[in-house]
């Protein structure tokens, strides 16, 4: 299929990975930053891509069909709603708004205009979580009983929003995405504003994810100040756990079990070793391409909005959460 030409919008750690996958494939026409050095970088390494620091620039060239989202979290909704009253298709980076009205707004505009809105969830484009997702609904692990995602990392540099604003995304859509779930809800929260910068850079849900009738518990946890990363995933079954260490570089899952004898018995499944966001930004190409719903819609956003302003609220509720981490 011919590729539709898109402008990435905010070129920082991530935005630079987003223009390297949409150039590989073929689809970059245009990148917009303010700041000239990151847009001279660009420049030298797609000379023939057009940079620019304006979005009025970007929304008013004929050639830009789509627009991608990369800059800081509480700029995607007015950017987004700038460029589908524009005429464009929006992929915005994870949150996709920072309010679950605003969210419902972009999907609005999108139906009534005929676009392509979709959320950058990556990790439901990852090929290791869709392996564990089809294992899961072969009952390989049994009934379900648990499921714990640990996202930890030392990062200074994010001091205008909470960790459960940045890591958390990843979490709840994964593991909604993994149980096939109806609706999630946050039972307990914790958060703690370890180093006194005014956000909360620890914290930890326990969710209730509604799966066909039952309830399966899981839990979250998030840190900005540990200083060895930690990307794993724990899904307990009555047969077999399984354990998604992306932070591995091979053997990412491994399905755990017990024999008779009562050895531990560790098993790889197999899976495609596609970069997620090579695989995520196909995707939007193609549902440009077909007019599919794209995988992570605004309905999938829904869900990580709605668990997260209502945790968000509680923890305002309790002011003294950010020193005491006391649960709510």
């Given at each position: 299929?011919?590729?539709?030409k898109?402008?990435?919008?905010?070129v920082?750690?991530?935005g630079?990975?987003?223009?390297?996958?949409?150039?590989?494939?073929?689809?970059?026409a245009m990148v917009?930053?303010?700041?000239?050095?990151r847009?001279?970088?660009?420049?030298k390494e797609?000379?023939?891509v057009?940079?620019c620091?304006?979005?009025?620039?970007?929304l008013?060239?004929?050639?830009v069909?789509?627009?991608?989202v990369?800059?800081?979290?509480?700029?995607?909704?007015?950017?987004?709603r700038?460029?589908?009253?524009?005429?464009?298709h929006?992929?915005?980076?994870?949150p996709?708004?920072?309010?679950?009205?605003h969210?419902?707004?972009l999907?609005q505009l999108a139906t009534e205009r005929n676009?392509?809105l979709?959320?950058?969830?990556?990790?439901?484009y990852?090929p290791a979580?869709?392996c564990?997702k089809?294992?899961?609904?072969?009952?390989?692990?049994g009934e379900l009983?648990?499921?714990?995602s640990d996202?930890?990392?030392?990062?200074?540099n994010r001091?205008?929003?909470?960790?459960l604003?940045d890591?958390?995304?990843?979490d709840?859509?994964?593991?909604a995405?993994?149980?096939d779930c109806?609706?999630?809800d946050?039972d307990?929260?914790?958060?703690?504003?370890?180093?006194g910068?005014g956000?909360?850079?620890?914290?930890?849900?326990d969710?209730?994810?509604?799966v066909n009738g039952r309830?399966?518990?899981?839990?979250?946890?998030?840190?900005w100040?540990?200083?060895?990363k930690?990307?794993?995933l724990?899904?307990?079954?009555?047969l077999?756990t399984a354990?998604?260490n992306?932070?591995?570089?091979?053997n990412?899952?491994?399905l755990?079990s017990l024999?008779?004898?009562g050895?531990?018995?560790?098993?790889y499944?197999e899976y495609?070793?596609?970069e997620p966001l090579?695989?995520?930004?196909e995707h939007?190409?193609?549902?440009i391409s077909?007019?599919?719903?794209?995988r992570?819609?605004a309905?999938?956003?829904y869900?990580?909005?709605?668990v997260?302003?209502?945790?968000e609220e509680?923890l305002?509720?309790?002011?003294?959460?950010?020193?005491?981490?006391n649960a709510v």
């Amino acid at each position: 299929m011919e590729s539709s030409k898109v402008a990435v919008i905010g070129v920082g750690n991530w935005g630079k990975n987003l223009v390297r996958n949409f150039a590989n494939l073929g689809a970059l026409a245009m990148v917009c930053d303010l700041d000239p050095n990151r847009l001279a970088l660009v420049q030298k390494e797609n000379p023939s891509v057009r940079v620019c620091s304006s979005l009025e620039a970007v929304l008013n060239d004929t050639e830009v069909k789509a627009v991608v989202v990369a800059t800081p979290s509480d700029s995607h909704f007015p950017v987004a709603r700038q460029a589908l009253l524009a005429g464009k298709h929006v992929y915005v980076e994870k949150p996709l708004a920072r309010d679950v009205r605003h969210a419902e707004e972009l999907d609005q505009l999108a139906t009534e205009r005929n676009r392509i809105l979709m959320v950058g969830h990556l990790l439901l484009y990852h090929p290791a979580v869709n392996c564990l997702k089809e294992l899961i609904a072969s009952g390989e692990l049994g009934e379900l009983r648990f499921i714990r995602s640990d996202r930890m990392n030392f990062n200074n540099n994010r001091r205008d929003w909470s960790v459960l604003w940045d890591l958390a995304p990843h979490d709840i859509s994964m593991m909604a995405h993994l149980l096939d779930c109806n609706s999630v809800d946050a039972d307990r929260v914790g958060g703690w504003d370890a180093e006194g910068h005014g956000v909360i850079d620890v914290a930890y849900l326990d969710l209730i994810f509604s799966v066909n009738g039952r309830q399966i518990p899981g839990q979250i946890r998030n840190s900005w100040i540990d200083p060895q990363k930690l990307v794993r995933l724990t899904v307990n079954g009555s047969l077999k756990t399984a354990v998604l260490n992306d932070h591995q570089a091979d053997n990412k899952l491994a399905l755990h079990s017990l024999t008779r004898s009562g050895r531990m018995l560790v098993e790889y499944p197999e899976y495609s070793d596609a970069e997620p966001l090579h695989l995520e930004c196909e995707h939007f190409l193609k549902c440009i391409s077909t007019g599919e719903r794209p995988r992570t819609d605004a309905n999938n956003a829904y869900q990580v909005l709605r668990v997260l302003s209502d945790v968000e609220e509680r923890l305002a509720r309790r002011p003294a959460l950010k020193a005491a981490g006391n649960a709510v």
